[in-house]
C-alpha cells in the first residue's frame, strides 16, 4: 500500500514500536485498544446526549490517549480536539469530530492491522 493509504496512522510511531517491540506484541496492544474503544465511543455519545460536558471532555482524553499509543492518528487528532472544550470551535464543531470518529474508527483499525500485519 502507499504511504497515502495510510495517512491516518502514525507511522513513523508505530514502525519504531515495530522495531522496538515487534509488530506482534503491538497487535495484541490494537486488540485491547479495539476492545476498549467502544466503551470511550459510547461513554461520549451518552456525554453528548445528556449534555455532560465534562464526560464528553474526560472520555475525548482518555480516547486521544489510547488511540495515539497504538498509531491511530485521525483518531487521536479527533479526540484531541474533542477533549479541549474551551476552544471557540468546540461548540460549534465537537458533534462533526465525534461523527468523524465515529465514522473513521473501524475502517482505521483494519487498516492498523493491516499495516502491521505486513510487518510481523
Partial sequence: MTAAAHEHLDTVTLDQYCAAIGAATLLKSVVVFEQMAPEYVD???????????????????KLKGAAGSVGLKRIQELSQALQCGDEPRWEGEHQQWFAAIREHMDNDLTSLKHYLTERA
Fill in 43 to 61: 461513554a461520549i455519545a451518552r456525554g453528548l446526549e445528556s449534555g455532560d460536558k465534562d464526560q464528553v471532555l474526560s472520555e475525548a482524553h
